[in-house]
């Protein structure tokens, strides 16, 4: 046996180099592709961050991005070497720039990181705190081919869910627009048309009040470091740096819906309705998806039952018992429909 096992020695060494060394398989060869891809991605990282600082009229220095990166001077100084010399990147009198092709990456990563993050609260249902982790992982692997079919499938949306424009495949990005909630004039209604979610403390703050892109605001007061601003329902005061990361632009009349008209979300238990029709912002698989499920104009809804949780309802469309979360049932307005004597004489029966 102990020969036996003697002999198989050059065999078990011979199995281990192979599996070490063999080209594109072996664990070499994938040790590789991880140090490529974890440099690409630094790269690409290295783009977006200055990226952003030229859309605010800024320029980007080593210090900025040795704090956003997390990375000492040293490794910064060898990482805008190692962008120059691939014509990424060019060194000015007051920091770093772009060239034509670093800002093409660099607004390829931009449209990966804001598709997916209209992906996943659109489709996944992935509440706006936990959107932009999740997108700064998954920016990485997603190719332009991909990003297209994306955008298609997402029925090709302008802006994330924060209110950021999202770049078209041929690389044209819309201006933001609106200016900080803490510079607009009292008394004067304006929509949100963008939430900043850096820093994160300020931008939970936000999110805790229930603020988000599209909701029409009123300024009612400002003070030496509060700003009072009511959404209609509640009145919420904000500190002037908190209000300073809230975008608006002059709120639009909306378009009026037929008289007596409300969302599906604010049906009460047991209340009946007929569908009149989807919001305009619903598009995409979120827009065919209440569609496949019979949400299509005139057809009878009912609010079935109520969840202790909140989330998700149950409503009967054309028979069939369908779950939708307040997102979806707030993307689908309905006339409700008044009591027959007959069904109420039912109703009626039924507790006695």
């Not at 850096?198 to 988000?212: D, Y």
């Not at 639009?252 to 209340?271: F, I, N, S, T, Y």
């Not at 619903?282 to 569609?291: A, W």
Request: proline share 6%; aromatic share 4%; charged share 25%.
């Amino acid at each position: 046996m102990e020969g036996f096992l003697t002999s198989l020695g050059p065999w078990i060494i011979l199995i281990l180099m192979v599996a070490v060394f063999w080209p594109k398989r072996g664990l070499w060869a994938k040790i590789g592709l991880h140090r490529e891809s974890r440099r690409r991605w630094l790269y690409e990282d290295a783009l977006k961050h200055i990226h952003a600082w030229e859309r605010r009229s800024k320029t980007a220095t080593p210090e900025s991005l040795s704090g956003a990166l997390g990375l000492s001077q040293r490794r910064i100084l060898a990482l805008i070497e190692r962008l120059e010399s691939n014509g990424l990147v060019k060194s000015v009198s007051d920091g770093i720039q772009l060239t034509p092709e670093g800002e093409a990456g660099a607004l390829h990563v931009v449209r990966a990181h804001r598709l997916w993050e209209r992906y996943l609260a659109d489709e996944a249902g992935v509440p706006m705190s936990k959107l932009h982790q999740a997108a700064e992982k998954a920016e990485h692997h997603l190719t332009a081919e991909k990003l297209d079919v994306l955008d298609a499938h997402l029925g090709h949306p302008q802006r994330d869910p924060h209110g950021d424009p999202i770049p078209t495949s041929d690389g044209t990005l819309r201006p933001l627009g609106g200016i900080a909630l803490v510079a607009w004039p009292a008394d004067q209604p304006a929509r949100v048309v963008h939430i900043e979610d850096e820093p994160a403390v300020i931008f939970k703050q936000i999110l805790a009040t229930g603020i988000r892109p599209g909701l029409t605001l009123r300024v009612l007061e400002k003070t030496a470091d509060r700003i009072v601003i009511s959404d209609g329902e509640n009145e919420h005061r904000l500190a002037h740096v908190v209000a300073a990361n809230i975008q608006v632009t002059a709120a639009v009349e909306e378009r009026k819906m037929p008289q007596g008209a409300k969302r599906l979300a604010d049906l009460r238990p047991g209340e009946r309705a007929v569908m009149v029709q989807l919001d305009d912002e619903c598009r995409g698989f979120s827009r065919r998806r209440l569609q496949d499920l019979g949400l299509t104009p005139n057809a009878q809804v009912e609010a079935a039952l109520e969840n202790p949780f909140g989330d998700p309802r149950a409503f009967r469309v054309r028979g069939t018992l369908i779950a939708l979360r307040r997102q979806q049932a707030e993307r689908v307005w309905v006339r409700p429909l008044e009591e027959s004597p007959a069904r109420s004489e039912q109703v009626a029966v039924t507790h006695s």
